[in-house]
């Protein structure tokens, strides 16, 4: 049944006999409809049919378990070889996402896209490297060791929808410093979890030491940390940020040679010690010392 390329549909419904389908049907690459209904005998399918880009599976009525109708990871993998993607690229043309060498191997010449309903012609020149999605398959193999596939997939497609809106957002940044900002965002993402090992939290720690609260850059962890204003509030990646943040208002709020008004700390000193405490936090509150500094 494999040789059969040019099949799009497939009825095999009401065979009740039937226990077990041939893998060869994954290699049906036209194949767009499988209808199993009334296949009471029917209990599984073969990776290979669940992963078919496109396919509509028909099993009203059958044996199959619904609750693992689809590969968790199915948007991780390749539409050609329905494996993982490994080496990701990403068509411009229609923003579908194929590994490296089915790229190679079927787009050397101008071809339809093969996922079902895409009408993109495509060729090898019009793939880039999806840099979101590899980091995302990272994040599912790292995740499969601690979590069961479907946890994993989602939490890594969850990471994929906020790599892309990041890459929407593009300020024009060397690509070693937009995934800094990635790695920095996931992390961030995930902070309130409270599954952060110990090696986690010191690179995000290290990772916002390399934020401009200027310009929003964001240096790598190759690089010294962005040198902080002289109140420690606030990080700039160079002079000429840290002179356009004060002009923007920092001016007005920079605790660099901070004093509090002498008037309250006469205030403070003839209080009795029951509301000392009160009145000293909200001096605190209203004329707050730089975050750096111990309060």
Known sequence: IG???A???????????????????????ALTELNLDGCSNLTTLPDVIRAMPGLTICDSNSGLDKTGREKPEAALRCPISTA???KPLRAKPCGHV????????YYKGARKCVVFGCEAMLSSWDFVPDVPTEIAL??????????DAREAA????ADLRLLN???????GQPREE????IDRKILEDYEDEGSFSDAQILRLRRLRRRVCDACGRQGTLEVERFPVCWCGARRYCDEKCQRVDWERGHSATCASGHTFPQDLLDEIRTVSNGLYEVLRDNLYKKYPPPADRVR
């Open 84 to 86: 993982l993607l490994v």
């Open 7 to 29: 099949l799009t549909k497939l009825d095999l419904s009401y065979c009740t006999n039937l226990a077990a389908l041939p893998a060869a049907i994954g290699e049906l690459g």
């Open 178 to 181: 937009q995934n800094a900002e």
């Open 154 to 157: 989602d939490l890594a497609l």
């Open 165 to 171: 809106e990041f890459e929407a957002t593009d300020r």
């Open 3 to 5: 040789e059969l390329g």
């Open 138 to 147: 990272e994040n599912y193999k790292e995740r499969l060791q601690t979590t």
């Open 98 to 105: 194929y590994s490296k060498a089915s790229v190679q191997g």
